[in-house]
């Protein structure tokens, strides 16, 4: 299996050397050249299959360059259920991806019961492991460069913590997460992690990453790398689970099926994406967003309209405040026939600050074949769904969930099973959960006083020089040793 380009220009790569890589060299993101399908046999075969065999049933179709016992290997430690014990109380935890019925045809698929107790952990675990399986073999070191402001950040460093030959300096806004984030991250004490609080707000974090990444001489001598949401491993790790939700959430492969995904970069409804052109039978992708309604407008008026930072509105469910989605190009390359020039186009006009519009085109009456529906939810929207879900079920759900809970209720067809993906644990989220259900959320065993540990990390202005010279002194082997 080889892996292409969305804008047409790079030579056509293999999953290990995308693997640690960002962007195309032509600017576009990697997709596999073509979407292997999975026959009805192999679907029956696939439904008794425990989580860990899924994913290596699923990724032997797109990893073809690590040898098949490696493979196996590096997803059996991904996957087990001590990684993903933070559930509620009741939950099958040996599912990996518990489903919770709510109501016969209403299930949360529960992806939130990793280290971070956000569905990111599913698709960075894999990555921790098989950065370390391939710097192993090439002898390399990577140093991870990111900014965060809670979720990417955290999940990161729980999948690279320990890892041989893998730093990882990760920038967050001084002062500006939750005590809860801020002690999920601080209390590492691996000596690979290095967490920088940066004076000011999370834009300025990640302007400083762009500086840095924008000196190619000092990216290369110090083999600075990313983690960040466009990575083709993690997009892979996350169609997984929606093979593994569909078989349980029915009893037959002829049965159609609906997933509400609340949306942000377009990362993880672009597996959902991925796994329908496979053949997985989900008669809707039911995508929500919050007050940053840009992939909404979208797909209701055929008008992708990135929005600059200041128009970004900073929300209740901060992990979908994005003002462009950096995975949607993925969905774009498809629903224009793979026309890669066409993408091109489209992207050179987002790039300078622009927008551009499908409703005059042949895409527009192409569009319902790719069986996608959204809306978008407000601050009231998820009190009352939260509310509502607490009292009619007894189930405490966290506000992004919220947000797909209501719109996939809203745009379901009728009949159709519905299949939410709960893409965080509301232990997370405390301050709106009180606001709700004036209570407070019941955290995972373990982590009931992770506030009261003790927190080790670096705070710096934003400084470009600092930041360059913390790196130099703590980014090679010589240095780290010992500390
Ligand atoms: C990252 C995140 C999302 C958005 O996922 P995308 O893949 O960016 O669309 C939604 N909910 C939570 C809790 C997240 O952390």
């Known amino acids: 299996m080889k892996y292409i380009s969305t804008r047409g220009k790079a030579p ?34 696939w439904r008794s299959l425990s989580y860990a065999d899924l994913a290596f049933a699923v990724l032997s179709k797109f990893i073809t360059d690590i040898p098949a016992d490696d493979l196996k290997g590096i997803v059996d430690k991904t996957y087990t259920p001590e990684v993903y014990r933070n559930a509620r109380a009741g939950s099958d935890t040996a599912q990996i991806t518990p489903l919770r019925t709510l109501e016969p045809g209403l299930h949360l698929l529960e992806l939130s019961n990793g280290p971070t107790l956000a569905f990111k952990d ?4 894999l990555l921790g492991n098989l950065f370390e399986y391939v710097l192993d073999k090439q002898h390399a070191e990577l140093n991870i ?7 990417t950040g955290s999940a990161a460093e729980y999948a690279m913590r320990g890892k041989r030959g893998i730093r990882v300096f990760m920038l967050s806004p001084h002062g500006k997460m939750s005590a809860f984030q801020r002690a999920q991250m601080y209390s590492l004490q691996d000596a690979n992690i290095y967490n920088i609080a940066v004076r000011g707000m999370f834009d300025d974090a990640q302007d400083l990453v762009k500086a840095v990444s924008n000196d190619h001489a000092f990216k290369s001598r110090h083999k600075i790398g990313t983690v960040n949401s466009i ?5 892979s790790a996350q169609i997984v689970y929606y093979f593994k939700g569909y078989f349980a959430a029915t009893t037959s492969n002829d049965q159609d099926v609906a997933f509400s995904v609340p949306s942000g970069n377009f990362g993880n409804i672009c597996a959902g994406h991925i796994a329908r052109m496979m053949g997985l039978p989900i008669a809707q992708l039911i995508l929500a967003t919050n007050e940053n309604d840009v992939l909404d407008e979208f797909f209701r008026t055929g008008v992708y309209r990135p929005r600059g930072t200041e128009n970004t509105y900073q929300t209740s469910s901060p992990s979908m405040d994005i003002s462009k989605a950096s995975n949607f190009e ?15 186009r489209f992207w050179s006009r987002v790039d300078a600050g622009g927008e551009f519009d499908i409703k005059s085109t042949e895409y527009w009456d192409s569009l319902p ?3 996608f529906a959204s809306g978008s939810s407000t601050h009231a929207d998820r009190l ?4 509502a879900t607490w009292e009619k079920y007894g189930v405490m759900i966290d506000t992004h969930t919220a947000d797909g809970l209501k719109v996939g209720l809203e745009r379901r067809r009728p009949g159709l099973p519905l299949i939410c993906l709960e893409t965080a644990l509301p232990a997370k989220f405390e ?17 009931e006083s992770i506030e009261n540990l003790p927190q080790r990390f670096e705070v710096m202005d934003k400084d470009v020089d600092q930041l360059k010279a913390y790196i130099a002194a703590h980014a090679t082997s010589e240095h780290t040793a010992g500390s």
């Open 384 to 387: 009352t769904t939260i509310r």
């Open 369 to 371: 074949e790719f069986r």
């Open 122 to 125: 599913m698709a960075m675990q």
């Open 12 to 45: 056509a790569k293999t999953f290990t050397e995308i693997l640690l890589g960002g962007l195309a060299p032509d600017g576009g993101l990697y997709l596999p050249e073509e979407y292997p399908q999975v026959s009805r046999a192999e679907l029956d075969a």
């Open 330 to 344: 993925r969905f774009v390359f498809d629903l224009v026939g793979r026309d890669a020039a066409r993408v091109s």
């Open 145 to 151: 460069l990111g900014a965060t402001s809670g979720d």
């Open 431 to 447: 301050e709106t959960i009180v606001e709700a259900l004036g209570r407070k959320p019941e955290r995972p065993v373990g982590l």
């Open 231 to 235: 990575n083709w491993a993690r997009v």
